[in-house]
C-alpha cells in the first residue's frame, strides 16, 4: 500500500511542479526561475508543516504520512532544478543574480520550514488544551 500511495502521490506532485512551471515561465522575469523558487518555498513549508502536524495524529496512517511527504513533496520540489539553474547563472556571468537566488532560496525555505514547524507545533498545542487529537 505505501509503494502506490508513494507512486500515486509522487505522479501528482511532479505534474502539479510541471504546470507551475507552465504557468510561471523563468524568462518572464529577465531569467529569474520564479517558479522553481515559488515551489520550493511552498515545499519547504508543507513539508515541515506537515511532518510536526500529522505526528501529532496518532489516526494518520503512516502509508499516508509518506506517501505525502515523501511522494507529493518529494516529487513536487525540485533541489536539483534549483542548483542547475544557479550553475547556468553562474556561467552566464549573472553572478549577482545568481548568489541572490541561492540566498533567497536557502534563507526563504529555512524560514518557511520554521513558519511551518511553529505553526503545526501551535494547532497541536491548541487542539490539546482543547482536549482534541486521536
Not at 52 to 80: C, D, E, L, N, Y
Not at 85 to 102: A, Q, S, T
Not at 108 to 114: H, K
Amino acid at each position: 500500500m505505501m509503494y502506490w500511495m508513494i507512486g500515486l502521490a509522487g505522479m501528482l506532485g511532479a505534474l502539479l511542479r510541471y504546470y507551475i512551471g507552465l504557468f510561471i515561465p523563468s524568462g518572464e522575469l529577465y531569467g529569474f526561475p520564479l517558479g522553481t523558487l515559488i515551489v520550493n518555498f511552498i515545499g519547504c513549508f508543507l513539508l515541515s508543516w506537515f511532518t510536526v502536524w500529522s505526528m501529532q495524529r496518532k489516526s494518520i496512517p503512516s502509508w499516508f504520512r509518506m506517501g505525502f511527504a515523501t511522494g507529493f513533496i518529494g516529487a513536487f520540489t525540485t533541489f536539483s532544478t534549483f542548483s542547475v539553474e544557479v550553475v547556468k547563472m553562474l556561467d552566464h556571468g549573472l553572478w549577482i543574480m545568481g548568489f541572490f537566488y541561492l540566498f533567497l532560496s536557502l534563507w526563504g525555505g529555512l524560514f518557511l520550514a520554521w513558519i511551518g514547524y511553529k505553526m503545526a507545533m501551535k494547532q497541536g498545542e491548541k487542539n490539546r488544551l482543547e482536549g482534541g487529537y486521536s
